[in-house]
């Protein structure tokens, strides 16, 4: 590669040492050498900072005293990345594994075509052959699909476009960072704390005109849901606010009232409702059976409506809220183009 970029990559930690140590142990055999690795522990028990800092002492490593979520987590690297003159900045899960030749592949796929944001292909762990992510789709609802999750891959190798990269491994240009910041030294919205972060950053990415590209050679392992139990409490919670906050904050006001009844011809079509009685237990049920995850959601979204008014308010301001990122909205998440680009 004739160009020689200084990339940052952010791995965050929070109480998964082990995972974050096999992690930080393959970027170890990286192919492509500028780079710093950003360690971010969110007040992480056990010590795991200062041990995780022992083990790998040529990592930067920022130790947070409460739990920041992914969003503010991964903000207080880019900050550092950003002041310490990056041209990418990568986020990378911590129960991430990574090839030798991922990140040369990832940063060859965008220099060739001009991308401002790219996405690996992110396999299954321990399921190798299935595809964990190429990206993510955006939805009328607020939520976001995976594209070609768990099929095999077809050996294609050419880049493909997307609209939205998927969190768990996804490079982006500084310039592409400072055009969509909400406000300096927010680039993950920090209101959403855990998941849909990339669904909402690929409604300002579409906004602003971004390309985006999936890379095919650039090889990610992902194990996934290993910082939180699937169908927990936090895990619901987090979904469905942030769901919320999507529409909150990216849609317009008169798409807004589509977004209910999509999601529940969505749900009815994919035979996809939640059995919450199942996940959560008749003792979280109300009197309407209605789960309390819901009110909680609710009363998140009365207590924090201030916060959300002028979240928005910044969007707009900053050039955030755009008919570009509607357009980019799958509204059949069956059909989702993804044909190489020419």
Not at 187 to 199: G, N, R, T, V
Request: glycine share 8%; net charge positive.
């Amino acid at each position: 590669m004739a160009q020689q970029p200084f990339v940052v990559i952010i791995v965050l930690n929070w109480n998964g040492f082990n995972d974050t140590a096999a992690c930080l142990e393959s970027l170890r055999l990286l192919t492509y050498r500028n780079f710093k690795t950003v360690l971010i522990d969110n007040g992480s028990l056990n010590n795991e900072a200062e041990r995780l800092a022992a083990l790998f002492p040529e990592v930067q490593l920022i130790a947070n005293a409460d739990n920041r979520g992914f969003a503010g987590g991964n903000n207080d690297g880019i900050r550092w990345a950003l002041s310490n003159g990056c041209d990418y900045i990568v986020n990378l899960n911590n129960d991430c594994l990574v090839e030798p030749d991922w990140l040369s592949n990832l940063l060859r796929g965008v220099l060739k075509t001009g991308a401002d944001f790219a996405s690996s292909r992110i396999m299954c762990l321990p399921r190798t052959d299935r595809i964990c992510s190429d990206g993510d789709g955006l939805l009328p609802d607020g939520a976001g699909f995976v594209l070609r999750s768990m099929q095999h891959w077809d050996g294609i190798l050419e880049p493909r476009r997307i609209n939205s990269a998927c969190g768990a491994a996804s490079l982006y240009s500084s310039r592409c960072v400072h055009s969509v910041s909400i406000t300096p030294g927010q680039f993950f919205d920090e209101l959403f704390f855990a998941y849909f972060e990339d669904i909402d950053l690929g409604f300002r990415l579409n906004a602003k005109n971004c390309h985006g590209i999936c890379v095919p050679d650039s090889v990610v392992y992902h194990k996934g849901q290993q910082s939180s139990e699937r169908f927990s409490f936090f895990h619901m919670f987090h979904l469905e606010k942030n769901r919320r906050l999507n529409v909150r904050l990216n849609f317009p006001l008169w798409m807004q009232p589509i977004s209910p009844v999509y999601r529940i011809a969505r749900n009815i079509y994919r035979g996809k409702i939640i059995n919450f009685e199942k996940h959560f237990g008749k003792k979280t049920l109300g009197h309407t059976g209605e789960p309390d995850v819901k009110q909680a959601v609710r009363d998140w979204m009365k207590k924090n409506a201030a916060a959300i008014a002028l979240d928005r308010q910044q969007r707009k301001s900053a050039g955030l809220i755009s008919n570009r990122a509607y357009a980019a909205i799958t509204w059949n998440p069956f059909k989702y183009p993804t044909a190489p680009i020419q």
